[in-house]
């Protein structure tokens, strides 16, 4: 396969996966939000708790459906979407987390070995397009 077609495939499921992830890790629900706190108790359920203030106030509510999270002014979540992308690409570059997660981009890299791409995100098409009204060559 040509390596252009095989760097194109690889951007396609890099990007792919970190929409999965952006979807999943920045949704308004309890267990993204970083004042989210997972208690176990004794009998080895989980209750999942509101630790907003909890400094302050020694006082936690419960946190446990959708509704909670998209009603409470205090959610924020866990981490950006600049963080999520640097773990993201952090996590491909890591051969044992690499064939864990992501066996499809692992594959790629096992077939060839010397392809060398660079992180994500990357530039956008608004950046490309930009360049070609200007006429600027990269």
Known sequence: ???????????????????KIYSKKLSITPENC?????????????LNVCGFNFEETYEVDLCYKSEHASDCNAFCVRKTKEELGTQFNADVK???????LFKDINTI???????????????????HAILKLFRINT
Not at 6 to 12: D, I, P, T
Not at 34 to 46: T, V
Request: aromatic fraction near 14%.
């Open 1 to 19: 396969m040509e390596e252009k077609k095989v760097k194109n495939k690889l951007k396609q499921l890099k990007y792919q996966h970190l929409k």
């Open 109 to 127: 890299y096992w077939l060839y070995p010397d392809l060398v791409l660079e992180d994500f995100p990357e530039k956008t098409r608004w950046y």
């Open 34 to 46: 970083k004042y989210n706190k997972e208690i176990r108790l004794p009998n080895r359920s989980k």
């Open 94 to 100: 890591d051969e044992q987390i690499r064939a864990t």
